[in-house]
């Protein structure tokens, strides 16, 4: 999300281990220079680990109200609280906090998150630390992510214990070996010591994954600042989380190597799937929570997001739907809007459970494959100003749908 550091956030003020999910310890809020550390004492016993290279997220765009669908009525899954795997053992989610804003914040965001998704089976440990203003584009020897450089505002004290933290808290896992765990702390260290603006989610193996979050700092001084309103900083925290929920990203399945290869055969090109559900989750749970995006008068998530699939089309055209989250969002809300997939499948996380996007929902599949071709020709129609769009609406009344010519297939 390289783009999210135009928003802002604040004054770094404590550093504090949040644990959430079924009951919720918080510790001592240290000094703002002192080690906190991850007990490397795994408080259950954790589920049996596979060993692996990481299979990481990192996110895009940014920009939500199904009526017809009842696409928000969630109610039925957020009283299913911190949902137990199959093995019986419940997954944990940690937060470390170098930012100012509350504890509380993160800690009920992540919760409510939580509570939707069905058999979740890992271990997280979100980190978000705030940065300053932009620098520069990274180098291509600099780091293997896509993340911007912007002012360094943690002390170096603050990152020897940022990475004490991790290393201990990947301890906990026989799955991720000693090699690994240096090769992933090596790449940290290089984001905290130069301001990297990371937004990734790191598949360190099946039951563990890492959430890495740049904040923009906020000082109080409204020259300087332009600080991540919370609709932003809820949407950027839970898209995240969605990725940590997603249980085919693990190499074993080989689920991604296969939809890769099926992208690069396709004569539509493709689209990401993985990244468009967790585009959708944030969307529709972040308008259950806010109902502006404070600049924006649209309201609801099924406008927000038709909003910025039609600017981002307008912008990229059919090269939208290969590289944008959003615009990938869009082809799954187009597909609910078809009847070919369930909004449901989406919010619980089950869609991510079995490779459906390589066998149900694969690129050659009848479904997809309509709703790329519809998408690839009146994208291609709106970029050349022939009068065809995807989206109808605009932002005086805040209404977008999408054309009705393209609902059904």
Known sequence: MNNKLSAVTAVLLCLTLITCGGKTATTPTPMVNSALELSEANPEPAPPQESTRPNNQN???????????????????????????????????ELINLTDRKDEDYQDWTAQAESLIVDRQSDILTVVYPVGKFVREARDDEWTMPFNVHERIITQDQVESLLSQIENWMKRYPCIDKEL??????????????GGDTSTQRTLCKNARLLLMAMPRFTGNSSEDERMPDWDAHYFLVHELYHAFQQDLFPPEDCQEKVERAIDESPHGGFNMVEGGADYFAYFLTAKNFSTRGISSIKGAKNNLLHDVQRTYREEGTDSIRGSATAAAGLLLLLIERGELKH??????SLFHDCARN???ALDSPAVSSA???WNEWAKDANANNGRELVKGNSDDG????????ETN
């Open 59 to 93: 996110t895009g765009d940014a920009g939500h109200d199904h009526a017809d669908h009842d696409h928000e009525s969630d109610d039925h899954a957020e009283n299913q609280h911190g949902k137990i795997a199959s093995s019986g053992y419940k997954p944990k989610t």
């Open 399 to 406: 209404i977008f749908k999408f054309n009705p010519s393209i």
């Open 181 to 194: 765990r240096q090769e992933e702390l090596t790449e940290y260290r290089k984001y905290f010591e130069k």
């Open 344 to 349: 449901e499948t989406i919010m619980d996380g």
């Open 372 to 374: 790329l071709n519809t």
């Open 359 to 361: 066998t149900t929902y």
